[in-house]
């Protein structure tokens, strides 16, 4: 009888802290987006209606919320026909967008307003004619600007691409000769790869810039595009074997000895591009500091291995070869000390890099 009595206390118990936990566990977060333009349950057509209907009412907040919604939330949304008139309201007035959002997000309003209309005409060349005034409109110039710039130029490197294709090498350099720096290092290997066409006399330093704007990673890259070079200069793979041979080993005559930089800046704040505009200007020590001082303070994971990276492009563009650059990869692995001499100046170097 007692253990009949001792089960069902424990049986009795078991309910019992069933059920506090049941009454403990916590309940479904209510969505604080529900039945407005922001809840993403919502098919798009209806969040469009919303926002429009938030863009007509009186409360500052949600005309603020809304517009940035119909203007950011590209392509969920539709914006030239969802509300075609407040893009065009806004580029006709650009004071506008200051009415509906603080002033740190004027410049982004306006931008994607443009590049709404921009986005819905069909031919490419009357996109680069439309948006190019842009460019040069005082409206929070410099920011917009700067903004602006990698759109203009990705539709400005189509136009080239066409170009390139059809064998209209030397359109497609004058092309892009107003956007080179503008998108990454595009433009300038495109440049490159038209002046290897030609057999232009400037080839070399076209093909060494290539070489030291493209990240270590994609060195096979540039070091493919100088061999072409050499290969489209003299019709023979001598140079060519020659600049390989020293990628190699470090050792012998540099191919690319005396071949200036072309003076190109590229458009960005980020470190690789401050490096890349100190080397171009002639100051590869400059850049390699800037490298070291992004390994240094680096956080680990894939942005340590980036930064590592870094530092060897830089250690192969003073070099011009990979000697140094491949000994402080290596370095990171098997611990062996490693010192950067170029940093104090008092180093020789085998390749013909600034200093």
């Known amino acids: 009888m007692r253990q009949t009595k001792a089960i069902l206390a424990v049986a009795i118990l078991g309910i019992a802290l069933t059920g506090y936990s049941q009454a403990q566990s916590a309940s479904p977060t209510p969505n604080p987006n529900a039945g407005t333009y922001r809840d993403t349950a919502l098919s798009g057509p209806q969040r469009i209606q919303l926002a429009d209907a938030a863009l007509t009412g009186t409360d500052p907040i949600a005309v603020a919320q809304a517009a940035y919604f119909m203007l950011s939330a590209r392509p969920v949304i539709n914006l030239l026909t969802a509300y075609p008139s407040f893009a065009d309201a806004m580029i006709a007035d650009p ?10 997000t004027i410049s982004q309003l306006f931008l994607n307003a443009v590049l709404f209309k921009t986005a819905a005409i069909p031919a490419l060349s009357d996109k680069v004619a439309y948006l190019q005034p842009f460019l040069s409109s005082t409206f929070l110039a410099p920011a917009f600007v700067v903004s602006a710039q990698p759109a203009y130029a990705s539709l400005v490197y189509q136009q080239a691409q066409l170009q390139f294709q059809a064998g209209n090498y030397s359109g497609a350099i004058a092309t892009l000769a107003p956007v080179l720096g503008w998108n990454g290092n595009q433009a300038v290997a495109m440049t490159a790869q038209a002046k290897i066409m030609l057999r232009s006399s400037d080839v070399l330093s076209w093909v060494k810039l290539v070489y030291e704007s493209e990240p270590f990673q994609q060195t096979q890259a540039g070091i493919d595009a100088v061999s072409s070079a050499f290969r489209s200069l003299d019709t023979n793979l001598v140079r060519a074997n020659q600049f390989i041979a020293f990628e190699k080993s470090g050792t ?25 505009n100190a080397g171009v200007g002639g100051n590869n020590i400059s850049a390699l500091t800037i490298a070291v001082n992004a390994f240094a303070t680096a956080p680990s994971g894939p942005q340590l291995n980036t930064a590592t990276a870094f530092v060897a492009q830089w250690l192969r563009n003073i070099d011009d070869n990979l000697v140094r650059a491949n000994a402080f990869v290596t370095a ?19 390749g013909t890099g600034n200093q």
Request: without cysteine; aromatic residues 4%; negative net charge.
């Open 252 to 276: 012998g005559t540099d191919p690319l000895a005396g071949a200036p930089l072309p003076q190109v800046t590229f458009v960005g704040v980020s470190p690789a591009v401050q490096a890349l």
């Open 95 to 104: 004071t506008l967008s200051g009415t509906i959002t603080s002033p740190g």
């Open 332 to 350: 990171q692995t098997n611990g062996q000390p490693f010192t950067i001499a170029e940093l104090s100046g008092t180093a020789s170097t085998t």
